[in-house]
Nanobody, 120 residues
Framework: QVQLVESGGGLVQSGGSLRLSCAAS????????VGWYRQAPGKQRELVAT???????DYADSAKGRFTISRDNAGNTVYLQMNSLKPEDTAVYYC??????????????WGQGTQVTVSS
């Protein structure tokens, strides 16, 4: 079993910063690509940023230049540093991880989400 737990969300003023964390635990052999997604009320979930096991990153246009995705050396925690936040960044942020488990299965897992609210 694999668990992803996001933290770090909250209420921040426009122009402020937050750092989200996604901690993975469980019967993990290897974590491949991890992505941060977000879903605003009434909108579809969208990809914000991804990071591969090798450290390669990719960002949605809306995140480029403001957000930075990173992972710790052990690879089990992924961060999303969000700067210059805007009201349109308000959403529930989810992490998703491509994981190989000790049972030799490989699946996508989702966290429960963390709310980010940016006030104008």
């Amino acid at each position: 079993q694999v668990q992803l737990v996001e933290s770090g969300g909250g209420l921040v003023q426009s122009g402020g910063s937050l750092r989200l964390s996604c901690a993975a635990s469980g019967s993990i052999i290897e974590i491949y690509t991890v992505g941060w997604y977000r879903q605003a009320p009434g909108k579809q979930r969208e990809l914000v940023a991804t990071i591969t096991s090798g450290g390669s990153t990719d960002y949605a246009d809306s995140a480029k230049g403001r957000f930075t995705i990173s992972r710790d050396n052990a690879g089990n925690t992924v961060y999303l540093q969000m700067n210059s936040l805007k009201p349109e960044d308000t959403a529930v942020y989810y992490c998703n991880a491509d994981v190989r488990t000790v049972a030799r299965t490989r699946n996508d897992y989702w966290g429960q989400g963390t709310q980010v609210t940016v006030s104008s």
